[in-house]
Nanobody
Framework: QVQLVESGGGLVQTGGSLRLSCAASGSIFSINAMGWYRQAPGKQRELVATITSGGSTNYVDSVKGRFTISRDNAKNTVYLQMNSLKPEDTDVYYC??????????????WGKGTLVTVSS
């Protein structure tokens, strides 16, 4: 089994910053891509940013230039630095990891989510 635990969410004013962290633990051989998604009530979950094991990144257009995704492969941890936050960034943010398990099976795992609230 693999667990993803997010931290770093909270309440911040417009223009402020937050840093999300997500640590993966358990029966892990290696991790391919990791990423952050977000979801508002009644809406579909949308991709925010992803990063491959080699460090290649991808962002949704609405966060380009404001958010930065990074990872520490030694710690199986992915980060999301969020700057210049806007009220429309308010959502529950979910961590995702594509994990190669100890039996060499590959599966996607999700964290439970962390709430980010940006006040106007």
């Amino acid at each position: 089994q693999v667990q993803l635990v997010e931290s770093g969410g909270g309440l911040v004013q417009t223009g402020g910053s937050l840093r999300l962290s997500c640590a993966a633990s358990g029966s892990i051989f290696s991790i391919n891509a990791m990423g952050w998604y977000r979801q508002a009530p009644g809406k579909q979950r949308e991709l925010v940013a992803t990063i491959t094991s080699g460090g290649s990144t991808n962002y949704v257009d609405s966060v380009k230039g404001r958010f930065t995704i990074s990872r520490d492969n030694a710690k199986n941890t992915v980060y999301l630095q969020m700057n210049s936050l806007k009220p429309e960034d308010t959502d529950v943010y979910y961590c995702n990891a594509n994990v190669v398990g100890l039996g060499y099976y590959v599966r996607d795992y999700w964290g439970k989510g962390t709430l980010v609230t940006v006040s106007s």
